[in-house]
């Protein structure tokens, strides 16, 4: 159990940081890749903790996923809200104008929750993941736990959001039409559990590059009909083919790369912590430290490549590290930030 529970951290540890490296200024060919299977990736995991026999209603279910969810949504988004507020406040002392307008959208997005709209709220990820497994929890309970029946509703609700986000396009609010599609790799968690694959036992090179390969073809075969990357934020998934072919091989291949990977401490507290590490590192870590890194780097190099990079690294590298007396604070004395009764024991690195 130990083992399974470790592989899961590094699971989540490597796509928070796929996450955060898909969120910094890089541009081109990686940032497509990352951005076809990162999201995926999470859904998965979150689908293999899936066990919906744990919850003798549906009641007891919705309570549960709000407290370790909704709970975090809504205290997360209001210390980022209260941060912006401060970023405007202070303004005027610098010579400079405030603007409010994006806070007061901000605010209104906590509860309206339209994706890519100025009132999309910015923990968009957590109230999807809500949506999503309570879906997973209801498909489950009507398919009488039957793997097959489940399976059939999982790829019908994926048609289902496809055919929204390519004729309509419109975002619902609280990302319903995007909980349609990211039900399915929830599910694939949810099934690869039940069926008892182990993923250990498939790692093999040959297995790894062959889904590495496929995801790369399929991501740039999609981009290039699409134009844009896949991007449920957005509502971009292209080719919905290509964008199944893309997420599921792009998410196998980091799967499998990662069982066979050494368990890296730092990637398993990162892991431990992920909701921490998501809500925060582009809304509050990377808009201080973006200007501060690229003047310094602009002062070594004025090569596009190399500020590139460099940006994108070193932003990663020190938002983690900032994060760490973050993450120490809140288990230790605002628990209640992430749903939890009890302070949890100290998590060392």
């Not at 890519?116 to 929890?137: D, I």
């Not at 973050?326 to 009764?341: E, I, S």
Request: proline residues 4%; glycine residues 6%; positive net charge.
């Amino acid at each position: 159990m130990q083992k399974r529970i470790a592989w899961l951290d590094s699971a989540k540890g490597w796509g928070i940081l796929l996450v955060m490296i898909g969120h910094t200024v890089l541009t081109g060919p990686l940032s497509v890749w990352i951005y076809s299977f990162h999201l995926p990736l999470f859904f998965f995991v979150s689908g293999y903790l899936f066990h919906p026999e744990k919850y003798a209603t549906t009641l007891d279910f919705i309570k549960s996923r709000a407290r370790s969810l909704l709970i975090p949504y809504l205290s997360f988004s209001l210390i980022i809200l209260a941060f912006d507020f401060c970023k405007q406040a202070v303004k005027p002392l610098f010579g400079r104008k405030a603007y409010y307008s994006g806070v007061i959208n901000q605010a209104i997005g906590i509860l309206a929750q339209v994706r890519n709209t100025p009132y999309s709220g910015v923990c968009w990820f957590l109230t999807l993941l809500f949506l999503s497994q309570l879906l997973l929890y209801l498909i489950v309970k009507i398919s009488e736990r039957r793997l097959v029946r489940v399976a059939g509703l999982l790829l019908l609700f994926f048609a289902i959001g496809c055919q929204y986000m390519k004729a309509i396009g419109k975002p619902l609010p609280w990302h319903i039409d995007a909980s349609w599609i990211a039900v399915i790799f929830v599910g694939a968690g949810y099934l690869a559990r039940m069926k008892n694959i182990d993923l250990a036992e498939k790692a093999k090179w040959y297995a790894i590059l062959a889904f590495g390969i496929i995801s790369v073809l399929s991501t740039a075969w999609n981009y290039k009909i699409a134009g844009v990357r896949s991007d449920l934020y957005s509502s971009q998934i292209g080719n919905p083919v290509l964008y199944f072919i893309a997420a599921f091989s792009g998410m196998t291949f980091s799967l499998l790369l990662i069982r066979i990977m050494p368990n890296f401490r730092a990637i398993t507290y990162i892991g431990l912590n992920s909701l921490i590490y998501y809500t925060l590192h582009a809304t509050v870590f990377y808009p201080m430290l973006n200007p501060v890194i690229q003047k310094a780097l602009k002062l070594v190099t004025h090569n596009s490549v190399v500020l590139n990079f460099g940006q994108a690294a070193l932003c990663v590298s020190a938002a983690c590290l900032l994060m760490v007396p973050v993450c120490y604070a809140v288990n230790n004395w605002f628990p209640f930030l992430l749903g939890k009764r009890r302070t949890p024991k100290e998590q060392k690195i």
